[in-house]
Nanobody, 124 residues
Framework: QVQLVESGGGLVQPGGSLRLSCAAS????????MGWFRQAPGKERSFVAH????????FYAASVKGRFTISRDNAKNTVYLQMNSLNAEDTAVYYC?????????????????WGQGTQVTVSS
């Protein structure tokens, strides 16, 4: 069973930056597609970014492309989400997720393991 624990959320002003981390345990982290998703109040959980097992390939939602960067350190069993130029629309609970299938996906249902989420609030 894979356990995922996110950290790094908080309150940030518009235009600011945050770096989220997701530490994995209990599985073979280096074999998983890792994704970040977010859920704003009253909205469905939506895709933010994913990264392949080697880190060679990444993919982003259009709303965050150019502002967010996903990366991973397989030696530390950790995936990161660097978020820059944050705005109010980025306010949400951010979740990391693991997909052992090997096929990158943007769909919530394709990810088997989820963290508990970390709150990101962008406000002045």
């Amino acid at each position: 069973q894979v356990q995922l624990v996110e950290s790094g959320g908080g309150l940030v002003q518009p235009g600011g930056s945050l770096r989220l981390s997701c530490a994995a345990s209990g599985g073979t982290f280096s074999r998983y597609i890792m994704g970040w998703f977010r859920q704003a109040p009253g909205k469905e959980r939506s895709f933010v970014a994913h990264i392949t097992w080697s880190g060679a390939t990444t993919f982003y939602a259009a709303s965050v492309k150019g502002r967010f960067t996903i990366s991973r350190d397989n030696a530390k069993n950790t995936v990161y989400l660097q978020m820059n130029s944050l705005n109010a629309e980025d306010t949400a609970v951010y979740y990391c997720a693991a997909d052992p299938s090997g096929s990158p996906s943007t769909r919530v249902g394709d990810y088997n393991y989820w963290g508990q989420g970390t709150q990101v609030t962008v406000s002045s």
